[in-house]
């Protein structure tokens, strides 16, 4: 597929994060299992991961599945570990080989072992590659992870610490903060998804399923990325005049 002329590569996102919506509505619009949906959406991933490589982001984060995910039907949530496990067994080895780094945010512990096997492996496989960098949040949820990350400085006794200290206790550790949030299916809000992170993240909230988006899709995303300004709290120079 042929890059966009429409995006300039000099100011990339260096890291997008997609809250994955949607893969159940898009089956049962078909008349369909919603464990079909989940299905489509891990072949997404897959484009995705490809495609965002060859445009030169630097990080991605999918939220595959949160600490609120398991008040689903046990059916569903199977299905969902079943297929995370299959994936991660088939494209280990990819990523390897394609310099990708594979990193999990979440707890693991309690989640299949044979998932967890996987996790294991495909993050150890990859941890010397240095080129995109796959963070897959599994069984995470951003309030028990900055909880959590109190409770580990709290052991350390730390007399006081700053922001990057406290990041380093997080999840997602020296992980570059998200530039861009993309959450499919048209809903509005962050669903207890990397909050610390995403203080100036721009959102973005396409109305197209999970399983529908694409390349293209993951493109105009940047595109409209690029044509926001982004202050920090801050305000532009010519705005100062």
């Known amino acids: 597929m042929r ?11 260096e890291h997008i994060a997609f809250i994955m919506d949607g893969n159940g509505r898009w089956a049962k619009k078909r008349g369909l299992k919603r464990t079909v949906g989940h299905r489509a959406g891990w072949e997404v991933i897959t484009k995705v991961v490809r495609h965002a490589q060859k445009l030169g982001v630097k990080v991605i984060t999918f939220y595959a599945f949160s600490t609120e995910n398991w008040k689903r039907p046990k059916e569903e949530v199977d299905e969902i570990f079943r297929l995370s496990t299959e994936v991660l067994q088939q494209r280990k080895q990819e990523f390897y080989d394609n310099d990708i780094k594979v990193h999990v945010a979440g707890d693991i512990t309690k989640l299949p072992e044979d998932l967890q096997k996987e996790i294991v492996e495909a993050v150890a496989k990859t941890s010397g ?5 796959v963070n897959i ?24 610490i700053d922001e990057n200290t406290f990041k380093k206790y997080l999840q997602t550790e020296d992980i570059i903060d998200p530039d861009l949030v993309v959450r499919t299916s048209g809903e509005f809000r962050l669903s207890n998804f990397m909050l610390y992170q995403c203080a100036y993240s721009e959102l973005y909230f396409p109305k197209i399923y999970w399983p529908d988006f694409n390349e293209k899709e993951l493109e ?13 709290g801050g305000i532009q120079a010519a705005e100062s005049k």
Not at 5 to 11: G, H, L, R
Not at 129 to 133: C, E, P, Q, S, Y
Not at 220 to 232: E, S
């Open 3 to 13: 890059l966009s002329k429409k995006i300039n590569y000099d100011k990339l996102p």
């Open 129 to 133: 590659n240095k080129g995109l960098l």
């Open 137 to 160: 949040a599994l069984n995470y949820g951003s309030r028990a992870e900055i909880i959590g990350a109190i409770n580990k400085i709290l052991q350390d006794k730390l007399p006081s």
């Open 220 to 232: 105009r995303a940047i595109v409209i990325y690029q044509k926001r300004t982004r202050r920090m």
